[in-house]
């Protein structure tokens, strides 16, 4: 009984939804990214938003904040590793 009540919200957030991407004027160039190995393919259009080319770069450089604190936790357990296992 519950569902049936959001029923209405979720058809309304599907439209704004639907109309946000149309109105973002979205085209996209590539379907499947792998990541840059070379400052030409760093250059790459992904997609391009109101006329905004999004390079590859573009989406590294955003994702650099998320990606940064899990490798240098990953250092971090690396480093201590070795110590882990020598006080057992």
Known sequence: MRKLRFLPVMALALAAG???RIAAEV???????TPATT????????ATIKGEPITSGDVENSLL???SPVG????????????MFLKQ
């Open 18 to 20: 639907a109309s946000l």
């Open 27 to 33: 085209k996209v160039n590539v379907t499947e990214v």
């Open 39 to 46: 400052p030409a393919e760093r250059a790459r259009v992904l």
């Open 65 to 67: 904040p998320l990606v």
């Open 72 to 83: 240098c936790c990953w250092e971090i357990f690396q480093a201590c590793l070795p110590i």
